[in-house]
């Protein structure tokens, strides 16, 4: 049966982190891994690879934030609420990868965690709620979108301010009220199989709030805006005939697609960890797996960017312009672009977010 330890100096284990020695420190450990930790835990190979393609995907992450970052902060035709929700996941993401992703990246290369029992329950918990932050900012967005396409009318009432900096505030505050708390600090044990801290069993209420209002509110906000944006969509789009309500549509959709995106990457980066953890609750399962998840979610947390360049014209025209690979000014075919098609261009450029999806038929706007 699995018992708790409260290991010293002179009576710690062979393979646990060496920081764990200060007898000025008690600290808690899983004593069933105890034994066979070398067989039990991942192979230096799978750590090797791990850590590598971990260290690709940090710099290539980072670097595409940072870049995210300076074209909307730069570009005066960029700048927009849709854009300032893309810099604060940005700003999530560069800590999320400069924090928690380079540590486990370091634990990988040192086969150990590198830091004190703090460090190692705040990488826990930090994981989890940068994450939950995220899909609060997705969730939160997604009813931005529902008021922008479906309730258009009363968007154009509400202050765009006031909202911007609703969300910004509430989608971090919410997640930092579960950080807070006395219990901080002794909320974890470290896992050598996972080379990292796991919050403890006594901490299970803890654990079923952090899903229920960090992940599953928020993901059940989106899916239900985003069903009532498209089924909108489909009762209004067949009555459209004037082409800047059809560039509108369009326009706003794909900015819809995008953050959805967003909220799948989100998902599909966590789910395959938070499962393994729930079924393999005695840590059963090879080590070598659990870095193989691991290496998924970080790698999925470094893709942010590549969604803004693909789904966004303007940010990615601006990111190819400040690294030189494209033209100053292009056309929405890539083409230069030319004095009669400027006018066409600026047209696309503009906010349409005021433009009604309720319409009369062929009624221009």
């Known amino acids: ?10 009576s710690r284990p062979e393979g646990l982190p060496s920081y764990f020695t200060n007898d000025s420190v008690g600290y808690a450990v899983n004593t069933t891994n105890m034994t066979n930790l070398e067989n039990r835990g991942p192979s230096d190979t ?14 290539c992450g980072l670097f595409g934030n940072f870049l995210v970052m300076i074209v909307c902060f730069t570009k005066r035709d960029l700048s927009n609420i849709i854009n300032i929700f893309i810099i604060s996941l940005c700003i999530n993401d560069i ?20 830091a004190d029992m703090l460090v190692c ?36 009432k509400i202050s765009k301010k006031a909202y911007t900096i609703f969300v910004l505030i509430f989608a971090r505050v919410v997640p930092l009220l579960f950080i807070m708390q006395p219990s901080l600090g002794s909320m974890a044990y470290y896992e050598p199989k996972l ?16 899903s229920v209002f960090l992940m599953m509110l928020p993901s059940v906000i ?44 989100i998902l599909v980066g966590y789910l395959p960890y938070g499962i393994t953890r729930a079924i393999d609750k005695k840590l059963q399962w090879n080590g070598d797996f659990y870095v193989a998840i ?42 230069p672009i030319t004095m009669h098609s400027k006018i066409s261009h600026a047209d696309t450029c503009v906010d349409t977010e005021d433009l009604p999806l309720n319409s009369s038929p062929g009624k221009a706007v």
């Open 1 to 10: 049966m699995s018992t708790m330890a409260a290991i010293s100096l002179n």
């Open 46 to 59: 799978a750590l090797y690879i791990g850590g590598i393609i971990m260290l690709i995907a940090l710099l």
């Open 95 to 114: 800590i999320n990868l400069g924090f928690n992703n380079s540590l486990v990246l370091l634990s990988y290369f040192l086969g150990t965690f590198p």
């Open 121 to 156: 329950e705040l990488l826990q918990h930090l994981t989890v709620l940068l994450m939950g932050s995220s899909l609060w900012h997705t969730g939160l967005i997604a009813i931005h979108r529902l008021i922008v396409v479906v309730f258009n009318t009363f968007y154009k």
């Open 195 to 210: 080379i990292r801290c796991v919050v403890k069993k006594d901490f299970g209420p803890f654990t079923l709030l952090v």
């Open 222 to 265: 989106l899916i239900l805006c985003y069903i009532a944006i498209f089924i909108k969509v489909h009762q209004s789009s067949k009555s459209f005939r004037g082409s800047r309500q059809r560039d509108w549509l369009k326009r706003e959709i794909k900015i819809t697609k995008m953050f959805g995106m967003i909220f799948l990457l």
């Open 294 to 335: 691991t290496v998924f979610f970080a790698v999925a947390n470094s893709s942010n960017p590549i969604v803004y360049g693909i789904m966004d014209k303007q940010i990615r025209s601006a990111c190819f312009q400040i690294l030189g690979l494209r033209p100053v000014d292009v056309n929405k075919n890539g083409g």
